[in-house]
T-cell receptor, first 118, second 111 residues
Framework: NAGVMQNPRHLVRRRGQEARLRCSPM?????VYWYRQLPEEGLKFMVY????????ESGMPKERFSAEFPKEGPSILRIQQVVRGDSAAYFC????????????????FGEGSWLTVV | GESVGLHLPTLSVQEGDNSIINCAYS??????FIWYKQESGKGPQFIID?????DKRQGQRVTVLLNKTVKHLSLQIAATQPGDSAVYFC??????????FGKGTTLSVSS
């Protein structure tokens, strides 16, 4: 499967626990994006990363949320001390680079990780 | 701030009809636009894209039109099928960083 892979697909956490969501981009893609989607709403940008660098984190909550994309391995979205309001679907997307005027480069999404905080 | 919106939250059509889903964007600096289809419980699925140096692009049963003068984008689906029922989002690349989504249009196709 050459698509964007996310795991776990479903995650249940009690309030105060930590949630870790993983994303493996498509083969050859070095740009990763994380989005959050609440029920019946659109996707809200959280963070944009390249290997070992955070490029844009303007959509990330200031506290409890962090993201990384190490040189080796998947990108991780980490939510500490989860609260019920963190319950949502979290989507990861990847692209080859940021030159979207290049035909063949676009942004593909994974199937998401559904976080439920109880 | 930047925003991408859709004119109608829902659209109901009969099987075989053509569907048109509209989107208005606000950032005149955006130069790349994508339409996604999202089914319940799944991730956004790429349908078609268009770059700002074009005003029309066709795929299989889908056509995207871009009018930069009025900052308007549309998705046309020919011979709509029940399997086309989903939420459709337009998205734009704003300021060279994040892909910005609108709230979506729910397309319902009845047989």
């Amino acid at each position: 499967n050459a698509g964007v892979m996310q795991n776990p697909r479903h995650l249940v956490r009690r309030r105060g626990q930590e949630a870790r969501l993983r994303c493996s981009p498509m083969k050859g893609h070095s740009h990763v994006y994380w989005y959050r989607q609440l029920p019946e709403e659109g996707l809200k940008f959280m963070v944009y990363l390249q290997k070992e660098n955070i490029i844009d984190e303007s959509g990330m909550p200031k506290e409890r949320f962090s993201a990384e994309f190490p040189k080796e391995g998947p990108s991780i979205l980490r939510i500490q001390q989860v609260v019920r309001g963190d319950s949502a679907a979290y989507f990861c997307a990847s692209s080859l680079n940021q030159n979207y005027l290049f035909s063949g480069n676009t942004i593909y999404f994974g199937e998401g990780s559904w976080l439920t905080v109880v | 701030g930047e925003s991408v919106g859709l004119h109608l939250p829902t659209l109901s059509v009969q099987e075989g009809d053509n569907s048109i889903i509209n989107c208005a964007y606000s950032n005149s600096a955006s130069d790349y636009f994508i339409w996604y289809k999202q089914e319940s419980g799944k991730g956004p699925q790429f349908i078609i894209d268009i770059r700002s140096n074009m005003d029309k692009r066709q795929g299989q049963r889908v056509t995207v039109l871009l009018n930069k003068t009025v900052k308007h984008l549309s998705l046309q689906i020919a011979a709509t099928q029940p399997g086309d029922s989903a939420v459709y989002f337009c998205a734009e690349i704003g300021a060279g960083t994040a892909l910005i989504f609108g709230k979506g249009t729910t397309l319902s196709v009845s047989s």
